[in-house]
């Protein structure tokens, strides 16, 4: 699986939208980016993966860039329980890759009131 | 939302205690995952499932084994635990509909 690079931290003021990057430029044809986040002592929750095209859903919106080789999550309107570290993890269907998850170091993203 | 339940939450225990970490989910998921997270760090996958009857070892060596003997459950148990053995154990299933893994709240274990 392509390795990620993402930035060690992050601040954001509640309200307002958090974007945070992440670099995979190794990534391959059939690799998706994948987030999840983890807050402080619970498990990893899944929040959008996407191919190629942009991606919404209710948690986020997913922009991967037309050479594939970074992507930003965007959440619109920050609030305080996004406080969190967020993954970025690019990995090929299970059909090839096995469904192994390998989280990197992540980002911690605070929101700020 | 997935429906993943992870029990106990907090365990703490002494050294050569034998013990069982639960794990069920109620989804249907044939793959199921054993993640090892100490706080701050990464996770490591430990043990993995594609359906019953099925176990592998995950990238990080455990000393912990595991079953499969129905699907909607994947029981972790540590035969003689140690202080080492300290750490959160995180559990997953997976859905095909959408190839993505759910996971489990976590349980805390502390060996003294």
């Known amino acids: 699986d392509a390795k990620t690079t993402q930035p060690t931290s992050m601040d954001c003021a509640e309200g307002r939208a958090a974007n945070l990057p992440c670099n995979h430029s190794?990534?391959?044809?059939?690799?998706?980016v994948y987030w999840y986040r983890q807050i402080h002592s619970q498990g990893p929750q899944y929040i959008i993966h996407g191919l190629k095209n942009n991606e919404t859903n209710e948690m986020a919106s997913l922009i991967i860039t037309e050479d594939r080789k970074s992507s930003t999550l965007i959440l619109p309107h920050a609030t305080l329980r996004d406080t969190a570290v967020y993954y970025c993890?690019?990995?090929?269907?299970?059909?090839?890759?096995?469904?192994?998850?390998?989280f990197g170091e992540g980002t911690q993203l605070t929101v700020n009131p | 939302e997935a429906d993943i339940y992870q029990t106990p939450r907090y365990l703490v225990i002494g050294t050569g205690k034998k013990i069982t970490l639960e794990c069920s989910q109620t989804?249907?998921?044939?793959?199921m995952y054993w993640y090892q997270q100490d706080p701050g760090m990464e996770l490591h996958l430990i043990h993995y499932?594609?359906?019953?009857?099925?176990?592998e070892k995950g990238d990080l060596s455990s000393e912990s084994t595991v079953s499969r003997i129905r699907t909607e459950h994947f029981p972790l148990t540590l035969e003689s635990a140690r202080p080492s053995h300290t750490s959160q154990y995180l559990c997953a299933s997976q859905s095909d509909a959408i190839d993505t893994q759910y996971f489990g709240p976590g349980t805390r274990l502390t060996v003294l």
């Open positions: 993890i690019v990995r090929a269907p299970f059909e090839t890759s096995g469904s192994r998850l390998t």
């Open positions: 989804m249907g998921h044939d793959k």
């Open positions: 499932s594609y359906g019953v009857n099925s176990t």
């Open positions: 190794t990534i391959s044809g059939n690799e998706y």
